[in-house]
Each structure stands twice: as structure tokens, then as C-alpha cells.
Nanobody, 123 residues
Framework: EVQLVESGGGLVQAGGSLRLSCTAS????????IGWFRQAPGKEREGVSC????????YYADSVKGRFTISSDNAKNTVYLQMNSLKPEDTAVYYC????????????????WGQGTQVTVSS
């Protein structure tokens, strides 16, 4: 059974930090691009950041560059998203997603999705 299990969301004040984790099982972790989407109320789901598990290449949306850092621990089949200098506009449900290639991931057509974790940033 394929699973993406997220953790680490919560409530934080503006300027604070959170670290999200996504642990994968049921598929070959090294063969996938894995990362995070988010969806705020009334808005479309948007790609935030992803990492290629095969070569470690990382990608970020312009809105989070310089503030968020994505990393992976292939031994633990886990991807992390360190979020610093959080802003109220970062408030959203964050979803972990895994796709077989980078283009598919950014097209919002991932093969596997987590259940989501809420991140709330207060002003």
C-alpha cells in the first residue's frame, strides 16, 4: 500500500519557523520527485517545493525562495520542508506529493498524495 504521511504542521507567529516531514512507503523512493503543494481557502493548489530523490536537485516557487529549504533522507524515505520567516500568506494546508518525473510534479499531476497538514501563521 502506498502511503505519504505528513507531520509537523501547526500554529506559529509571523517570523517563526516550522518543519514539515513526509514519510513515504509502498513505492521506490529514489525513483520519484517528491515535494509539497499547498492550498489556502478559496485558492487553487500551488506547488511550493520539490526534490529529486535520485540526484537531490531542488526546486522552489518564487514566493518561498530564500525562506524554505527542502531536503531528503533517503535512508528514512523522508522529505523535509524547513520553513523559516513564515508569513500570514503561507497559511494553507500543505500536501506531500510524489511524481515519477519533475514536469509531472509541477503540473499538479502527482501519482501519490498525502492527507495534508495545516499550517497557520498568525500576524
Amino acid at each position: 500500500e502506498v502511503q505519504l504521511v505528513e507531520s509537523g504542521g501547526g500554529l506559529v507567529q509571523a517570523g517563526g519557523s516550522l518543519r514539515l516531514s513526509c514519510t513515504a512507503s509502498g513505492f521506490t523512493f529514489d525513483d520519484y520527485t517528491i515535494g509539497w503543494f499547498r492550498q489556502a481557502p478559496g485558492k487553487e493548489r500551488e506547488g511550493v517545493s520539490c526534490i529529486s530523490s535520485s540526484d537531490g536537485s531542488t526546486y522552489y516557487a518564487d514566493s518561498v525562495k530564500g525562506r524554505f529549504t527542502i531536503s531528503s533522507d533517503n535512508a528514512k524515505n523522508t522529505v523535509y520542508l524547513q520553513m523559516n520567516s513564515l508569513k500570514p500568506e503561507d497559511t494553507a494546508v500543505y500536501y506531500c506529493a510524489a511524481a515519477s518525473d519533475l514536469n509531472t510534479w509541477w503540473l499538479n499531476e502527482s501519482d501519490y498524495w498525502g492527507q495534508g497538514t495545516q499550517v497557520t501563521v498568525s500576524s
